[in-house]
């Protein structure tokens, strides 16, 4: 039987003390010798002790082992200030950042916000420190991601390219039919984006039709939208196969005034206006949605990959809204003592997240599919200093969002979302 490695180390020890000690062991020595080794026995075979007892969990969250062997959440912890970090990027070293994520070409005063990093709970402070690219370029040779959703996704997709880009420049490309391929042919990997704001079938009633796409994703359309919620779009569904991981994503678009469909025949609506049809709730649809794109992933035999579902990121208005006032002035993180309460439907669209993912779960696990979660949601819950606020656009300028708490200065914390993909990648 293979030797633990801990018990191993243990032995290895005692013996160069045999060679290179005299014959007999210091009682001090032997004390500390036998300490060790019931140390390292609680923890192999009986586990770590933990307090408060924590819960097991199907979620499928990036675990990642820590120095003193136990298993710890990167989801969970805290933004530690770290007045050596920098950015992995700039907008002087990366051109695909776009206007609304530009906040240092649109004069943000203070890059304060740039020098905290997330520190996981109980990992060790030797983890949340830099993004290992070479690591990164190492697990996805040959390899290719395709990124489903708005343009929250849009700015994760711009955060990977552009800290990859300090290793290798991409080569970028727009194919016909609304996809973005960013190619690192050194290190023959693909990073694939198709904008959605909802992944399910979906058509604007009113409204310009020129205003959608991938170059717009800041402009406010006109609605209601017709939602399909039980049928994917057959705009990107099909591509997913011939990707080995696929991200999915989008929720805030769904608190928009929108009329349901299931089967083809209207099944109620939100702010719709209309008569004797049923008033659904946002977080209806946008569960429903999930629920269909999930169980296409799950179900489709040609799909061999990872499925990675990315959980909502928070907005952080405050005395209002983006279109009557509010703002979001905060200079640094949240106090980790303070409670931060998530705004709804949001905190609707995230509980509706992790259950649906939940029930997909079981189908993969049977199917032999491998899906994880990204939970993003606490650590960006507590980062209302990260959004663009009055600098995602130049004076007099503005796509849709004058005030924006909604979207993240690139860089910023959603850089961290690179280290949660990292150890989903390397099948933690």
């Known amino acids: 039987m293979k030797t633990l490695p801990v018990i ?32 390292a026995f609680s923890v192999v075979f009986l586990g770590p002790f933990q307090w408060p007892p924590t ?13 003193a062997g136990a298993e710890c959440d990167m989801t969970r912890g805290q933004w530690v200030r770290d007045p050596a970090a920098r950015p992995y990027y700039t907008n002087a070293t990366c051109a695909f950042i776009e206007g609304y994520q530009n906040c240092m070409k649109h004069g943000r005063p203070s890059l304060e916000f740039l020098r905290w990093r997330w520190r996981p709970d109980g990992c060790g402070d030797e983890l949340g420190r ?24 849009s700015s994760h997709v711009r955060s990977l390219v552009c800290t990859l880009a300090q290793v290798e420049a991409p080569e970028r490309s727009r194919p016909p039919g609304g996809f973005e391929h960013w190619r690192f042919p050194a290190h023959q990997f693909t990073v ?12 604007l009633t009113r409204g310009p039709p020129e205003a959608v796409g991938p170059d717009r994703q800041g402009e406010v359309f006109a609605g ?30 769904f608190a928009r005034p929108a009329v349901y469909y299931r089967g083809g025949r209207v099944a109620g609506c939100h702010g719709c206006g209309m008569a004797n049809v049923t008033a659904l709730r946002p977080e209806h649809a946008q569960r429903a949605a999930f629920r269909t ?61 992790l259950e649906e993912f939940a029930a997909a779960a079981e189908a993969a696990r049977r199917n032999g599919l491998r899906l994880r979660l990204m939970d993003v949601t606490k650590m ?18 503005h796509e849709g969002f004058d005030i924006d708490c909604l979207h993240w200065c690139l860089p910023g914390p959603i850089d961290t979302w690179n280290d949660l993909l990292l150890q989903i990648l390397a099948g933690r």
């Open 8 to 39: 191993r180390g243990l032995l290895a020890g005692a013996r160069r003390t045999r060679h290179d000690a005299p014959k007999i062991m210091s009682v001090p020595a032997l004390v500390a010798f036998l300490i060790l080794a019931a140390a």
């Open 130 to 153: 830099r993004f290992d690219a070479a690591r990164f370029f190492g697990l996805v040779r040959g390899k290719s991601i395709l990124f489903v959703g708005d343009s929250l996704a």
């Open 192 to 203: 694939a984006f198709f904008w959605t704001p909802f992944q399910v079938r979906w058509r």
């Open 224 to 253: 209601p939208t017709d939602l399909h919620l039980d049928e994917p779009d057959q705009r990107w569904a099909p591509a997913a196969k011939g990707h080995d991981y696929v991200v999915v994503s989008a929720s805030h678009w």
């Open 380 to 397: 960006m819950l507590r980062r209302p200093d990260g959004h663009p606020d009055r600098y995602g656009h130049g004076p007099g300028e």
């Open 55 to 67: 819960s097991s969990s199907s979620s499928s969250s990036p675990l990642i082992s820590s120095s």
């Open 293 to 353: 794109v999930l169980r296409t992933l799950v179900g489709m035999e040609e799909f061999k990959g990872t499925a990675i579902l990315r959980t909502v990121a928070p907005t952080h208005y405050e005395n209002g809204v983006w279109f009557d006032g509010g703002e979001c002035t905060a200079a640094e993180p949240a106090d980790p003592e303070d409670p931060v309460e998530m705004a709804e439907p949001e905190g609707e669209f995230y509980r509706a997240q």
